[in-house]
């Protein structure tokens, strides 16, 4: 099996940012409200734009975009801010929206992280 690591948001932990396997799938890394490893906080609306800003910015290293995800998996520190979050999610994916679950979990930095897996076309 062939995996290339794709450039990225510097994470803040020992993983990459993305990785393309078989030359036709990325798995993008869960990514948070982070600029240059540093959190940026902000309402759920502004930290799940950065964060999904994060997420385009490794498919788009990969050769990848919003268009052709298939999956994304949502963390939120409060089930509350679902509805912000998801505003700003319904933005930026286009029809047909990818397959998703959302959770809440403790997070180590924000309100919000997101991973996804998608085509490289």
């Not at 993305?18 to 798995?27: D, M, N, Q, S």
């Not at 290293?61 to 939120?76: D, F, I, N």
């Not at 700003?88 to 309100?111: E, I, N």
């Amino acid at each position: 099996m062939s995996r290339e690591a794709v450039p990225g948001p510097r994470p803040s932990a020992p993983y990459s940012p993305g990785i393309v396997a078989e030359g036709k799938l990325v798995f993008v890394s869960g990514q948070g409200p982070l600029r240059d490893g540093v959190y940026v906080p902000g309402t759920i609306e502004e930290e799940t734009r950065l964060t999904l800003d994060n997420v385009c910015a490794v498919l788009a290293a990969a050769g990848s975009g919003p268009e052709h995800v298939v999956r994304c998996g949502v963390w939120l520190t409060d089930l509350a801010d679902f509805a912000g979050m998801n505003s700003v999610y319904a933005d930026v994916f286009p029809d047909p929206k990818p397959a998703r679950a959302t959770v809440q979990a403790g997070l180590v930095v924000g309100q919000v992280e997101i991973d996804c897996i998608a085509v490289v076309p």
